[in-house]
């Protein structure tokens, strides 16, 4: 049976996708503790959420919002790769996973990948895949994800 407060903490940990007046609420804040993440203007953002918005359920951006606070404290993103192999399958790439610091340990992670790959999955996904550092290994695993291959990668700034 599940007790008032576990009740109570899902119901302020909701995940949903991005929202545009998400920005005022630290999204890109959060984003900095992922990687380099330069300041974005209103007017970038915007553009950018209406490109993103406008690839329909191909991109998705998931966010969990702190009722509390107002804050996002946790994101990730999907999007959807359409091959001719596997009759023409589709994979889904997970990328840009992140909770807050002083969010850390409530689970909610876990709750944002389950977003994403439910969401992959319901679109008609063969498998999703992702690249972590052996840091995070760990945690994808207990997600379900098993290590396969090697990562590379090839930067141009």
Known sequence: MQNNKDSNEAEAYQVRKL???DKSKGFME???QLTVCDPVSDEEFQNRFEELKSCGDDHVI????DATSSKIIATGSV???KKFIRGCGKVGHIEDIVVDSSARGLQLGKKVVGF????ARSNGC???ILDCSDDNKAFYEK???KEKE???VKYFI
């Open 79 to 81: 999007f959807i790769e």
């Open 30 to 32: 959060l984003l900095q």
């Open 150 to 152: 090697i990562q590379m």
């Open 143 to 145: 997600c379900g994800f």
């Open 126 to 128: 063969y498998k999703v």
């Open 116 to 119: 994403l790959v439910d969401h």
């Open 62 to 65: 998931c966010v969990i919002e």
């Open 19 to 21: 929202e545009i007046t």
